[in-house]
């Protein structure tokens, strides 16, 4: 029996239109598993971040094994640690036995550190009798740094008779220190006589350099003929130099005749 060219040349032509549809199909296959596995573990990656960061998003039905373990162990360290630090989301039945003493101790420095320094949530009763004295000693330790210091937290009436001197001897050194570097915390009334000249001194020396620097705060009535002079020859040597150079504030109505000269000499083309 003998086959028709012309069947063979059909059946030839379709094997090669449908050869690429067929090798296509087939690795396709493999490349769709692997995609979407890919996928899926992105996805339950995501859900586990979700779970850790406690969003509403979390699935806990989605989470593997492993992952249900580490996030059972992370969710219990967060606890033990809001425990510690007394923070409102701690739940306690949840501890161990010591993890539960811990905290507890972690409680009670909290409150005598708290009691040591006059904020938080002080609890004097919660205090044994030696953490009490510890107690009273820092809190007076405290009360004498910020009298000496000048801060408003100071109780005077809690002082001991040797705490008043030094607070009064701290009080009058700052009253001092102000009045000298003109800061308004300052009282002339209470200067000695030693301070009072200080202080003279420390304003003369300042209204000096004020004028110096051409500052609005200077004061001429307050220096004297020397220092008056000193400034003006001072200021003649700076306006001198500004015309001369072409820089800087320059009044030629203050320039000597020689000055004037000198520095139309200066600034004179050469000629050729």
Known sequence: MKLDPRGRLSAQLACLILWPVLSFAQSSVPVQKPGAAALDGANRQRNFSDCRNGFESCDPAKLTEP???????ANHQRNVSDCKDGIASCDPSRLTQSEARESLSAAQQRNISDCKD??????????????TVTVDIARRQLNLSDC?????????????????????AAERQRNAQNCKNGWNDCDHSKLTSLEADQTLAAEHQRNISECKGGQETCDYSKLTPAEAKMLSEAER?????????????CDRSHLTPSEA????????????
């Open 67 to 73: 992952q249900a373990t580490a996030l059972a162990v």
């Open 237 to 249: 040597r700076r306006n001198y130099t500004a015309c001369l150079k072409g820089y800087g504030y």
């Open 148 to 168: 000496k210091h000048g801060l408003g937290l100071c109780d005077h009436s809690k002082l001991t008779g040797p705490e008043a001197g030094e607070v009064a």
């Open 118 to 131: 006059g904020i938080g949530d002080c609890d004097r009763s919660k205090l044994s009798p030696s953490e």
């Open 261 to 272: 000269s000198a520095i139309q000499t200066e600034t004179k083309p050469v000629s050729r």
